[in-house]
């Protein structure tokens, strides 16, 4: 799957998500890293596919920064227990269809979100992503090339 020829569509310069904690994320506090933010659901198989390569690339990638954002906001208990079942380890928010829209129409899950270190968008990815082809296309635009391949 190519991903750089998808994604540099969306503008969204700015963000504000509160995390289960009750923790304020903005895009600005991250200046410096690659920000993810990535849309899923307890339900979405595709989406619990992906979630333990998030889970390794935030444990080992200090320069990358993931937010989740559980999109079956109906039973707040439901997705906290299924955090903890994962033991994901990055902020998770509970979605709806206002915080998504801060970044996007948000039609199909799961899909993410690339902002370069710089706080730019950077690239949408719609559907599954692995922890390889994120990789390679933080590699490809540090290095100049544009795409990645899943």
Same mark, same amino acid.
């Given at each position: 799957?190519v991903?750089?020829?998808?994604?540099?569509?969306?503008?969204?310069?700015a963000f504000?998500?509160?995390?289960?904690?009750?923790?304020?994320?903005?895009?600005?506090?991250y200046?410096?890293?690659?920000?993810?933010?990535?849309?899923w659901a307890?339900w979405?198989p595709?989406?619990?596919?992906?979630i333990?390569?998030l889970?390794a690339?935030y444990?080992? *990638?200090?320069d %990358?920064?993931?937010?989740g954002?559980?999109?079956d906001? $109906?039973? @707040?208990? +439901?997705?906290?227990d299924?955090?903890k079942?994962?033991?994901?380890?990055y902020?998770?928010?509970?979605g709806s269809?206002?915080?998504?829209?801060?970044?996007?129409?948000v039609?199909?899950?799961?899909?993410t979100?690339?902002?370069?270190p710089?706080?730019?968008?950077?690239?949408?990815q719609v559907?599954i992503?692995s *922890?390889?082809? %994120?990789?390679?296309?933080i590699?490809?635009?540090?290095? $100049?090339n @544009?795409k +990645?391949?899943q």
């Amino acid at each position: 799957m190519v991903i750089a020829g998808l994604l540099l569509s969306f503008q969204v310069q700015a963000f504000q998500l509160q995390d289960t904690t009750g923790k304020i994320h903005k895009l600005e506090d991250y200046k410096g890293r690659w920000v993810l933010v990535n849309f899923w659901a307890t339900w979405c198989p595709p989406c619990l596919k992906e979630i333990p390569d998030l889970i390794a690339l935030y444990q080992d *990638r200090k320069d %990358i920064m993931i937010i989740g954002v559980a999109m079956d906001f $109906g039973d @707040q208990q +439901v997705v906290l227990d299924f955090v903890k079942s994962m033991s994901i380890n990055y902020p998770t928010v509970l979605g709806s269809r206002e915080i998504a829209s801060q970044l996007d129409e948000v039609s199909i899950l799961p899909s993410t979100y690339f902002y370069d270190p710089e706080g730019k968008p950077a690239a949408r990815q719609v559907g599954i992503i692995s *922890r390889d082809s %994120i990789e390679k296309f933080i590699s490809s635009k540090t290095s $100049g090339n @544009q795409k +990645v391949n899943q």
